[in-house]
């Protein structure tokens, strides 16, 4: 098992930034990818960025590309996502998740963070 603790967010004006972090522990080594997904209200839950531990390789979707930055300190097994220029529509609850080497998928998740964005 793989256990996950996000934290940061909160209420940030049209402009603003806000950093995430989400520290893992427990079966880390299991790990292949740590991303960040969120939720907008009454929306399915959609990719927003994700980095391949092992390489450091790094995914955004199109519509934070520029504005986010997802980063990490290995030493703590820990991921981080700054978020810049923040928009309205990045209002959304955002969650942490591992991509395992044993399935390719995305098998452990936080418990997720609200960020909102106010115009």
């Known amino acids: 098992q793989v256990q996950l603790v996000e934290s940061g967010g909160g209420l940030v004006q049209t402009g603003g930034s806000v950093r995430l972090s989400c520290a893992a522990s427990?079966?880390?080594?299991?790990?292949?990818?740590m991303g960040w997904f969120r939720q907008a209200p009454g929306k399915e839950r959609v990719f927003v960025a994700r980095?391949?531990?092992?390489?450091?390789?790094?995914d955004y979707a199109d519509s934070v590309k520029g504005r986010f930055t997802i980063s990490r300190d290995s030493a703590k097994n820990t991921v981080y996502l700054q978020m810049n220029s923040l928009k309205p529509e990045d209002t959304a609850v955002y969650y942490c998740a591992v991509q395992t080497r044993f399935s390719g998928q995305y098998d452990y998740w936080g418990q997720g963070t609200q960020v909102t964005v106010s115009s």
């Open positions: 427990g079966r880390t080594f299991s790990t292949y990818a």
């Open positions: 980095m391949i531990w092992s390489s450091g390789s790094i």
